[in-house]
Structures are given as structure tokens and as C-alpha cells.
């Protein structure tokens, strides 16, 4: 329900993803860790919204951070707000 059905991501590799591939990339991922930082939201419109934030994502394994500058676009429709875009880029440590 979060993601639009004309949901697209731009991955960090160039390629292009929509909300299907999305979703099944996601129920295929073991448990992540996610701590966020700098979350920011600009109004674009009165139903348009840009987010940008820094990732710090781990896998359970216990493996080293991969950190990420990353940005989406979310679009009200009636009382639902709902990603339509989203782009990750790698970085080093942030």
C-alpha cells in the first residue's frame, strides 16, 4: 500500500525498477537494520512531497553498514500518501 502502482527506482547498479520487482526483491531479503538520518521533507505541492535521508543499512549477518544518500517523491491521493519514486545512492561512511 505504500508503494503506487506507477511506482519506479532508479537502483544504485543504473537498472530500473517497478513496484512488482520491488516487492519481490523485498520478501526474498533476510532481516536489515536501518538507521536513518537527516530526514528531510520538502513540499513540492499540496499533494506532492520530496524526501531525502541518510541510510545506514546491516543484514543480520553482522556484515559491515552500506550507506546511502537516498530520495523519494510521495503523492497524496485522497487521504493515502504513497511512494512514486525512489533513488538510492551508494557513499561511503557517513
Not at 500500500?1 to 530500473?16: I, P, Q, R, T, Y
Not at 525498477?17 to 513540499?43: C, M, P, R
Amino acid at each position: 500500500k505504500l508503494l503506487a502502482n506507477d511506482f519506479v527506482e532508479f537502483g544504485s547498479a543504473g537498472c530500473v525498477y517497478d513496484k512488482q520487482s520491488i516487492v519481490e526483491a523485498l520478501g526474498a531479503e533476510s532481516t536489515l537494520q536501518i538507521n536513518i538520518t537527516d530526514f528531510h521533507t520538502i513540499s513540492l505541492s499540496p499533494n506532492t512531497a520530496l524526501v531525502t535521508y541518510r541510510a545506514a543499512v546491516s543484514k543480520s549477518d553482522g556484515g559491515p553498514a552500506k550507506h546511502s544518500l537516498r530520495s523519494s517523491i510521495w503523492r497524496q491521493r485522497d487521504t493515502t500518501w504513497q511512494m512514486v519514486f525512489h533513488q538510492g545512492t551508494p557513499t561511503q561512511m557517513l
